[in-house]
């Protein structure tokens, strides 16, 4: 009787440690995942010599993927040298929720990037 119980307390926290396991790994899934659109995000930027129509395409884009309950996901801020016209370099930050649902852990994260 002492091996059963033993045995079916042993299968209990292997369960819970796989369900944890499991829980941190998509939450760092979804961080990379932040780090990546973050990146592409900078890139279409740059590469659109710092178009409004892209910027406001990227926010719509962080929005749907990162943001909650319409708050901005992706702050963009572009300056422009003295004497130009034209945005020549900037900032993006994307902010985004780290959670691990298991144990109710949630977190806002920001990560920046220079354009």
């Not at 801020?77 to 949630?106: D, E, F, M, W």
Request: hydrophobic fraction near 35%; aromatic fraction near 10%; proline fraction near 2%.
């Amino acid at each position: 009787m002492e091996t059963v119980i033993k045995s079916f307390m042993g299968i209990f926290f292997l369960i819970v440690l796989t369900c944890m396991g499991v829980s941190i790994i998509g939450s760092s899934i979804r961080s990379t995942k932040a780090d990546e659109a973050l990146l592409s995000y900078v890139s279409r930027i740059e590469n659109s010599n710092y178009s409004q129509e892209v910027i406001d395409s990227c926010k719509a884009d962080a929005r749907q993927q990162f943001g909650e309950e319409s708050t901005d996901a992706l702050e963009v801020v572009s300056v422009s040298q003295k004497g130009h016209s034209y945005p020549s370099y900037g900032r993006a930050t994307l902010n985004y929720t780290y959670r691990i649902p298991l144990i109710g852990y949630n977190a806002r994260h920001s990560i920046s990037s220079v354009l």
